[in-house]
C-alpha cells in the first residue's frame, strides 16, 4: 500500500498543490474525506470532541444538501470544512468544463477556499483552472482506513510510522470505513497527542 507520498517529489512536479505544510512545530493536519453522513460523521465529531481535537472535513456536496443539520454540528465544533467536489467527480474522466462546474456547485453549498480532488485525481489543465480560486490540498499520509481487511494493526502504523511535523493525513468519512474507525481512530489520535502532536485547521 501506497501510505506515504513522496513530498519533495510531489512538490517538484506539481508545486501549487499543498502535500505538507511547512512548520518546525509538533503540528498536524487531520482530515477526513468525504460525508457528512448521518452515522460516520456524528461518531467522528464525538470523538474529536472528547479529545479536543479540530479538524478539517473536505464535504462532498450532494451529501451536504442532503445532510445540512450534520454540516451545521461540524462547523458549530468549530471544525474547518472544505470542498470535495459535488459529487465525488474523478477528474481523468471529465473534460475540464464537467470537473470545474461540478467543484463549484459544491462550493454554493460549501463555501470553503481550500479543495481536495476525489481520489487525489485532476488533470493539469483543471488544476490550473481551480488553483486561481482555491488551495489545493492533497496529503502527505493516506491511512488507508477503507481498506476492507486492513488490521488494527497495520492502520496504526500506517499512521504512526509516517507522521511528521507538518503532515497532512488522509482518514474518511463514510461507511466504508466506519468499522476501521470505530476501532482505531480514538487509539491513533491518542498516541499522536502523547508524542506532542496538535490539529491545526489553519491553511
Do not use: C
Not at 507520498?5 to 511547512?22: E, V, Y
Amino acid at each position: 500500500m501506497f501510505v506515504k507520498t513522496p513530498t519533495g517529489l510531489a512538490k517538484f512536479l506539481f508545486p501549487s498543490m499543498i502535500w505538507k505544510n511547512k512548520t518546525t512545530e509538533k503540528k498536524i493536519w487531520l482530515t477526513f474525506d468525504d460525508g457528512p453522513d448521518e452515522i460516520v460523521t456524528v461518531f467522528l465529531l464525538s470523538v474529536l470532541r472528547k479529545l479536543k481535537i479540530k479538524a478539517t472535513f473536505f464535504l462532498i456536496g450532494k451529501q451536504v444538501k442532503k445532510h445540512p443539520i450534520i454540516t451545521k454540528k461540524i462547523l458549530d465544533a468549530g471544525h474547518y470544512i472544505g470542498n470535495h467536489s459535488y459529487s465525488h467527480i474523478n477528474g481523468f474522466l471529465k473534460s475540464k468544463k464537467e470537473y470545474v462546474s461540478d467543484v463549484d456547485r459544491a462550493n454554493y453549498l460549501i463555501d470553503s477556499k481550500i479543495f481536495r480532488p476525489p481520489y487525489g485525481k485532476i488533470r493539469p489543465i483543471q488544476l490550473r483552472h481551480l488553483k486561481k480560486k482555491y488551495k489545493i490540498i492533497m496529503w502527505d499520509i493516506l491511512s488507508w482506513d477503507f481498506k476492507k481487511n486492513i488490521s488494527s494493526e497495520r492502520l496504526y502504523k500506517n499512521v504512526i510510522d509516517n507522521v511528521e511535523n507538518g503532515s497532512i493525513i488522509v482518514f474518511h468519512n463514510n461507511m466504508k470505513s466506519y468499522k476501521n474507525l470505530k476501532q482505531n481512530l480514538e487509539n491513533i489520535l491518542l498516541k499522536l497527542q502523547k508524542e506532542g502532536y496538535t490539529f491545526s485547521t489553519t491553511w
